[in-house]
């Protein structure tokens, strides 16, 4: 049997997160409500064969999620919801399908995800900065980075 692609979008809420799960042919080839916990989502995606590519639109935990599924899939495309354009009725199984299909074509953008790392260290510099009331050199290449 054939390994193919996956596409996964999820709609993600504070308890729960709608998964749709489409094919390289446009199929949809499942869909799921997970609670949004990591020993659920990492369960999920590790239960998938082949490459998988994900999309999520992007808010309060969308950092979180980032950093979680991006060591178990091949592709994470963190999207602005303004990007998914909403035809008839809005629902989470509705956007999530709506998502996976515009990932497998190619329709999304992805706005900027940064690692935790990476924002750890803006907030250390952001913290020097204002207690010393000054800008240190190193100031200018974290904000470029």
């Known amino acids: 049997m054939k390994c193919m692609t996956k596409y996964v979008a999820l709609d993600v ?3 729960t997160t709608v998964a749709s799960v489409r094919g390289e042919s446009g199929r949809v080839l499942a869909r799921t409500i997970l609670p949004t916990e ?3 989502l990492v369960e999920f995606f590790r239960g998938m064969r082949g490459a998988v590519h994900v ?5 309060t935990q969308s950092q979180w999620l980032h950093d979680l599924v991006s060591p178990l899939v091949d592709r994470v495309v963190v999207c602005d919801p303004r990007q998914v354009t909403r035809q008839g ?3 989470d199984r509705v956007d999530a399908d709506r998502s996976s299909e515009l990932l497998r074509l190619g329709g999304l953008r992805a706005v900027y995800a ?7 260290l803006k907030e250390l510099g952001c913290g020097t900065h204002e207690r010393s ?4 050199p190193c100031w200018p290449v ?3 980075q």
């Open 114 to 120: 940064q690692s935790a790392h990476r924002t750890e």
């Open 89 to 91: 009725n809005k629902g």
């Open 13 to 15: 809420h504070q308890a």
């Open 38 to 40: 990591e020993p659920a």
């Open 133 to 136: 009331g000054f800008c240190s």
């Open 142 to 144: 974290i904000r470029q």
């Open 55 to 59: 999309t999520f639109e992007v808010g």
